[in-house]
């Protein structure tokens, strides 16, 4: 249990726990992050993460992937 005063947020995710890569876009088809920012997303500032996070509805569009529905 952290000591009082240091809890912290939890980490804004787009994830909806569909993970697959598209072969031809190479983007998460549930969620439109690559691979390399998967990896780093708990390393990267809040700034980082909103930055993609804005990006990420475009991006699956123009990928032509959409999500399962309810998912998001």
Do not use: H
Request: some cysteine; aromatic content about 2%.
């Amino acid at each position: 249990m952290p000591a009082p005063g240091t809890e912290q947020m939890p980490i804004q995710t787009p994830c909806i726990k569909v993970c697959e890569i598209d072969p031809a876009s190479q983007l998460c088809a549930g969620c439109g992050r690559t691979l390399q920012e998967i990896g780093r997303w708990g390393a990267m500032s809040d700034a980082e993460r909103a930055a993609i996070m804005a990006g990420l509805p475009g991006r699956l569009d123009r990928a032509g992937l959409v999500a399962p529905a309810g998912a998001r």
